[in-house]
């Protein structure tokens, strides 16, 4: 299996924040360490949160957006494979090797402006 494998893609649909009603905000302390971040960690970055209009149904969200996690198999991925290694060894070995996980994705649409803290948290994992 893994002689032919080259990759694995993953993604998660994220609602978008509504541009009619889009504002900025500071997120509580709580929404921050829930993606583990601090506050002067995220300095620099804006915010935003829709507030509900009449284009959106009030939701703050109109519209999605894929986040997406690509696995690309290296021969160091492959030998952990073979080695019976764990998900935990692997995953940290391929995000040694470059890969960006659903959760990273999330954050720079977060920092975009495009989605929330809160539909990062729902449709991602933390590892």
Do not use: W
Not at 9 to 29: G, N, Q, S
Not at 48 to 54: A, E, L, N, Q, W
Not at 74 to 98: C, H, P, Q, V, Y
């Amino acid at each position: 299996f893994t002689a032919c494998m080259e990759g694995i893609i993953a993604h998660r649909l994220v609602r978008r924040i509504c541009i009619v009603c889009k504002e900025p905000y500071a997120p509580a302390d709580e929404e921050l360490s829930e993606l583990e971040l601090t506050r002067t960690g995220v300095e620099g970055n804006q915010f935003y949160y829709g507030k509900g209009c009449k284009k959106c149904n009030n939701t703050g969200y109109r519209g999605r957006i894929a986040l997406f996690e690509q696995f690309i198999m290296t021969n160091r991925l492959r030998d952990l494979i073979m080695n019976a290694g764990s998900t935990a060894d692997l995953r940290e070995a391929a995000k040694e090797d470059g890969m960006r996980t659903l959760r990273d994705a999330g954050l720079l649409h977060i920092y975009d402006g495009v989605t929330t803290i809160e539909e990062v948290v729902k449709e991602t994992i933390m590892t």
